[in-house]
């Protein structure tokens, strides 16, 4: 839902359910607020309001102790973000760079703007074997405003797995997952419903990889490896907010 009264001379009013209002805030106060638009005045309880902003200053039927908390974009809540990216990297140090990519699936509570924590659950693709990282996450936005820039960092498991398109000699045989950490930093757009944000990051994922090898055809003698690994990327990735 949106009214207007001519965006750029209006109040606006953002409600918890996503709805967002232009007109002029006539009363504001820990009991409600009137909004004002095109000659009808509507009025919503304070326990509904998200976020408002006012054009210009007014004192009439204004609190600003009120108004002072209701103009930060409150996000207090739980909130659902999906998301795919873009890892370039090498998987060991005989190797060129490549790129692969990532999916993940994360779900953060904000405290404040400064403390939001959650967890997510990943698929990072690395040619012969994928990982499946596990993370407690931390974020912290740089503004209250809706659109923002923003830091995170995670920290947990990455669960390995072999995928089955390794047939040659040495063959892995299994992967070993192991610590998986992560940070960078990313720019939010915050709609009504839903937003949008992109982030540049660095991965790491240590992992145990153990290799089969086939000595002799003819007598199907063979050595078993283990490479311990330590895997840097970094990760361009998108996503949407629910």
Do not use: C
């Not at 949106?2 to 209002?21: E, I, M, P, V």
């Amino acid at each position: 839902m949106l009214f207007s009264a001519g965006y750029g001379q209006s109040d606006k009013l953002l409600l918890k359910n996503g709805s967002l209002l232009y007109g002029s805030i006539e009363t504001l106060n820990s009991d409600e607020v009137r909004l004002t638009v095109e000659n009808e005045t509507l009025r919503f309880p304070y326990s509904s309001i998200r976020m408002v902003r006012l054009r210009k200053n007014k004192s009439q039927n204004i609190d600003h102790n009120v108004y002072k908390e209701l103009r930060q974009y409150s996000t207090k809540g739980i909130q659902v973000s999906l998301q795919a990216g873009l890892l370039h990297g090498r998987e060991n140090s005989g190797q060129s760079a490549e790129e692969t990519i990532s999916f993940t699936a994360q779900g953060l509570y904000h405290f404040s703007q400064l403390l939001q924590m959650g967890i997510s659950l990943g698929y990072d693709h690395h040619n012969t074997f994928a990982v499946l990282p596990m993370l407690v996450v931390y974020r912290a936005d740089f503004s209250s405003r809706w659109s923002t820039p923003f830091f995170y960092s995670g920290v947990g498991y990455g669960m390995g797995r072999k995928l089955d398109n390794d047939d040659g000699n040495p063959s892995l045989e299994q992967v070993n997952g192991g610590i998986n950490y992560q940070l960078g930093l990313g720019y939010r757009w915050r709609f009504q419903k839903i937003g949008f944000e992109f982030a540049l990051g660095w991965k790491h994922q240590k992992v145990d990889l153990d290799y089969k090898t086939l000595n002799s055809f003819w007598t199907e003698s063979e050595n078993n490896i283990t490479l311990n690994r330590s895997i840097n990327r970094a990760e361009l990735k998108f996503g949407i907010i629910f």
